[in-house]
């Protein structure tokens, strides 16, 4: 089932609970005109290597808040190891070797110019299911619009 996210963005902003989206799966879809990942404070993207678009593993975070930068230098900081800004190997707290590498990155990059051609291609293999399992009993189908 297709998460109701205006709802949730709406209810997440009246009780100012920051919201992470879960948008894994979604690069390239929109939902009422805005794209996937960018209704809450985070959205997460993978870059798996069963998603759209792939760089064997990894994934993307968008940060969408007045403070943006803030927490993206931090973020960076903890996939970083969290090595201090020193010339020499510095940590005083426990970080991650989450970095992608700028080759893997580079590989991702030269994807994006074909999302637009992958989404279609999704549409195309959703429409062939539809037509041919839609009418089983049991057998349901997300619409376009992201709801059953
Ligand atoms: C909705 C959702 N969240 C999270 C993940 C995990 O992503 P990753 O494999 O990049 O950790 C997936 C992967 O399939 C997913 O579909």
Redesign the pocket.
């Known amino acids: 089932m297709c998460a109701h996210i205006e709802e949730i963005a709406n209810i997440c902003k009246k009780y100012q609970v920051p919201l992470i989206e879960?948008a894994?799966?979604s690069l390239g879809s929109a939902f009422h005109g805005m794209h996937t990942g960018t209704f809450g404070e985070y959205g997460i993207i993978?870059f798996?290597g069963?998603k759209i678009i792939t760089c064997f593993g990894g994934?993307m975070l968008l940060v969408n808040s007045e403070d943006a930068e803030e927490k993206t230098v931090k973020v960076r900081y903890w996939f970083m190891q969290a090595q201090k800004p020193a010339r020499w190997y510095q940590h005083t707290e426990i970080g991650y070797n989450y970095r992608m590498s700028n080759i893997v990155a580079g590989i991702g990059r030269g994807q994006l110019k074909v999302l637009a051609r992958r989404v279609e291609k999704k549409r195309y293999i959703h429409a062939y299911y539809q037509e041919y399992l839609g009418s089983l009993p049991g057998i349901h189908f997300m619409s376009m619009n992201g709801r059953y």
Do not use: K
């Open positions: 879960d894994a799966e993978s798996n069963n994934g």
